[in-house]
């Protein structure tokens, strides 16, 4: 199966390496070379007999008129964009060179209602759309990522392969039509946020005891076999083990970007929560914590518990919070 692949980034060139190491052909392009180079330089770090594998796989192009071109209608598209403009302005592009049939998808953290309207818009084009939620972080994109789909079950069944190719084992499922993935996606991400935070305060907790704990050993015995068992509680033992105080990472935590006053996920879900009548009290208090973050002192116990949460989305998203 060959697809077309917008978006070579932290997530999207670790999927696509993992969609060609699956049998999955992709045409590849992404806005600026870089990126490209990067995938071919880890695709030349690989071992013989993968380099093997995927040698006739991959295609990379500079230019969206040839990925549209070296794909055969019905042709599959999968963005792995930054959620907003980019999403619209590449949408608008593929409009005019799309083919009726042809299907486009969503993998990126895109708001539900913006995903219902592309949707729309694309209809007009006879263009299908498709949201597929990814979750897992770089770990999961490169080893095989949980995927929460939106869309017909007509489309649904068509790119099923190369879902189940992206998708760790059991890790894709139908959730319904367009823009139920997003939807979920979203609400998974303000779940995250809650448990973060409550793992940043736990270890600020700890740090400032009396006992003088060792939080490389108790991290060690939260994740084996406790009920708190975790990535999340794994990533962050593996910070403490590289860095226990963790002093190169900022207390500025952010969520969708470098700010703590950038908004995500997170503040989507409150939105949604409290349009539906839901009390979310830990979401948002948690995505409160990361838009006054800035505030708090670096040497302070929040600024530590601050710290636990940003090196966490460091372990596996790779977001900028390490300190320059």
């Known amino acids: 199966m060959k697809i077309g692949f917008i978006g070579l980034g932290r997530m999207g060139k670790n999927m696509v390496l ?17 990126p490209i180079e990067n995938l071919k330089f880890e695709i030349s770090n690989l071992n013989s007999n993968l ?26 598209i999968w963005l792995m964009v930054t959620a907003g403009p980019a999403v619209d302005e590449l949408l608008n592009q593929l409009a005019n060179k799309l083919k009726p049939g042809d299907l486009v998808i969503d993998g990126g953290n895109s708001f539900y209602k913006d995903t219902l309207r592309r949707a729309s818009e694309l209809k007009n084009h ?4 498709m949201d597929a939620g990814t979750s897992g972080g770089i770990e999961g994109a490169r080893n095989g990522a949980c995927i929460m789909v939106g869309g017909s079950q007509e489309d649904f069944k ?6 189940k190719a992206a998708a ?74 590289s860095d226990p105080d963790l002093s190169n990472i900022s207390s500025v935590i952010g969520s969708a970007g470098t700010s703590g006053k950038a908004k995500g ?49 460091w372990q596996f998203g790779r977001h900028p919070v390490k300190k320059s």
């Not at 008129?65 to 794909?71: I, M």
């Not at 779940?191 to 991290?219: C, H, Q, T, W």
């Not at 949604?272 to 302070?300: W, Y």
């Open 18 to 34: 993992h969609l060609l190491e699956k049998g999955i052909e992709v045409i590849a392009w992404n806005r600026s070379p870089g």
């Open 51 to 76: 380099k093997l594998k995927i040698k006739n796989s991959l295609t990379t192009t500079q230019l969206i008129d040839d990925l549209v071109g070296k794909l055969d209608s019905p042709r599959i």
């Open 126 to 129: 006879g263009i299908h759309f």
């Open 158 to 163: 068509r790119v099923e392969p190369v879902l």
């Open 168 to 241: 760790v084992p059991e890790g894709y499922a139908h959730l319904g039509p367009v823009g139920s993935g997003h939807f979920a996606k979203t609400v998974h991400n303000g779940i995250e946020y809650g448990m973060m935070e409550a793992i940043g305060e736990g270890a600020a907790i700890l740090k400032y005891s009396p006992f003088n704990y060792d939080l490389r050993e108790v991290f060690r015995i939260y994740n084996n076999g406790s009920i708190i068992e975790s990535r999340l509680v794994g990533w962050s033992l593996a910070e403490f083990r």
């Open 265 to 313: 996920e997170g503040h989507w879900t409150v939105k949604l929560a409290k349009k539906l009548g839901v009390d979310v009290p830990v979401i948002a208090a948690s995505v409160k914590v990361r838009d006054s973050s800035d505030q708090d002192k670096e040497d302070s116990p929040n600024g530590f518990r601050n710290k636990v949460v940003a090196a966490m989305r």
